[in-house]
């Protein structure tokens, strides 16, 4: 997974919506954004992290049954930050404006179908044959493709939010935000 592409997804979400269960206490919008900053750091960092265990034990491995099981460890790990990401979410409040709830149910259905894509791609890292290392490698790469690919589309879901809806509080209190720093 690439480290752009997750933080721009996440950016974007910052930019137009809201997370919380529909029960969640409301917030200012300034306290949400810190909230949810806090929370894209703390998963950027987890992601991060899963992404430098997986090189550091692979570099010196020789065989695809030997890396098999780091690679579906690395989406195991990004599957827990993503569940974290979920949680810490969830916990952030609702922000206090006009359409809050509506928007973040969109960014919790988005963020759910992350968690999905993760899952996916764990249970197809878990299925690669390693009898070929040549096939090994370029089904990992097309798996790779596949998942930049869904976060991609992922972020897609959130382009016509900011048209239905006014996102510019967000926008302004991320920025404002030092904690927002990552996404800026």
Same mark, same amino acid.
């Given at each position: 997974m690439k480290r752009a592409l997750a933080l721009s997804f996440?950016?974007?979400?910052?930019s137009v919506a809201g997370a919380s269960a529909a029960n969640a206490a409301t917030v200012s919008v300034e306290e949400y954004v810190n909230n949810v900053c806090t929370s894209v750091t703390a998963f950027s960092e987890a992601s991060?992290?899963?992404t430098q265990t997986f090189?550091?034990?692979?570099?010196?491995?020789?065989k695809v049954s030997q890396v098999k099981p780091k690679f579906v460890a690395f989406f195991d790990s990004l599957r827990d930050a993503v569940t974290?990401?979920?949680?810490?979410?969830?916990?952030?409040?609702? /922000?206090?404006?006009a359409h809050g709830n509506t928007i973040a149910k969109q960014l919790r259905d988005v963020i759910a179908s992350m968690g999905d @894509? @993760?899952?996916d791609a764990r249970d197809t890292a878990a299925d690669l044959k390693t009898?070929? /290392?040549?096939?090994?490698?370029?089904?990992?790469?097309?798996l790779g @493709?596949?998942?930049?690919?869904?976060?991609?589309? @992922?972020?897609?879901?959130?382009?016509?939010? /900011?048209?239905?809806?006014?996102?510019?509080?967000?926008?302004?209190?991320?920025?404002a935000d030092a904690a927002c720093a990552i996404l800026n």
């Amino acid at each position: 997974m690439k480290r752009a592409l997750a933080l721009s997804f996440v950016a974007l979400a910052i930019s137009v919506a809201g997370a919380s269960a529909a029960n969640a206490a409301t917030v200012s919008v300034e306290e949400y954004v810190n909230n949810v900053c806090t929370s894209v750091t703390a998963f950027s960092e987890a992601s991060d992290q899963a992404t430098q265990t997986f090189q550091n034990d692979t570099a010196t491995l020789t065989k695809v049954s030997q890396v098999k099981p780091k690679f579906v460890a690395f989406f195991d790990s990004l599957r827990d930050a993503v569940t974290q990401l979920q949680a810490d979410l969830k916990g952030a409040g609702t /922000p206090q404006l006009a359409h809050g709830n509506t928007i973040a149910k969109q960014l919790r259905d988005v963020i759910a179908s992350m968690g999905d @894509v @993760v899952t996916d791609a764990r249970d197809t890292a878990a299925d690669l044959k390693t009898s070929s /290392p040549k096939q090994f490698a370029k089904s990992a790469t097309e798996l790779g @493709v596949k998942l930049d690919k869904a976060f991609s589309n @992922v972020g897609d879901g959130f382009d016509g939010l /900011p048209k239905r809806y006014d996102t510019s509080t967000l926008k302004a209190a991320q920025q404002a935000d030092a904690a927002c720093a990552i996404l800026n």
